[in-house]
């Protein structure tokens, strides 16, 4: 059975930085896009960033310029790097997996359990 488990969440001033990581566990061949999503209170999940199998990267606008994605293949393990936080990046972060191939299964979606950022002075 395949997993993703985050971790690097917390509470950070305005203007403070954070890194999330992502580790994919399981009998894993290879996963083609990972990526981050947040829920906001009260709102939909929203796609923060995204990572290619072979490096390109996806970011929503809110983010850009802020916020940094990447991946080790080898580990199965994706990262975002978070600086310049602001309030409005408050929200339970999710790890994403798409398409994930395993030796006897394939899983079009995963999910992570989500990791709580609360940005506030």
């Known amino acids: ?24 566990s399981g009998s894993i061949r290879l996963i083609n896009d990972m990526g981050w999503y947040r829920q906001a209170s009260g709102k939909e999940r ?16 809110p983010v ?4 940094s994605i990447s991946r080790d293949n080898a580990k199965n393990t994706v990262d975002l790097q978070m600086n310049s936080l602001k309030p409005e990046d408050t929200a339970v972060y999710y790890c ?5 191939r395993t030796i006897f299964n394939r899983y079009p979606e995963l999910w992570g359990q ?3 950022v609360h940005v506030s002075p």
């Open 1 to 24: 059975q395949v997993q993703l488990a985050e971790s690097g969440g917390g509470l950070v001033q305005p203007g403070g930085s954070l890194t999330l990581s992502c580790v994919a």
């Open 46 to 61: 929203v796609l923060v960033a995204r990572i290619t199998r072979a490096g390109s990267e996806n970011y929503a606008d």
């Open 64 to 67: 850009k310029g802020r916020f």
């Open 96 to 100: 994403n997996a798409h398409d994930v």
């Open 114 to 116: 989500g990791t709580l």
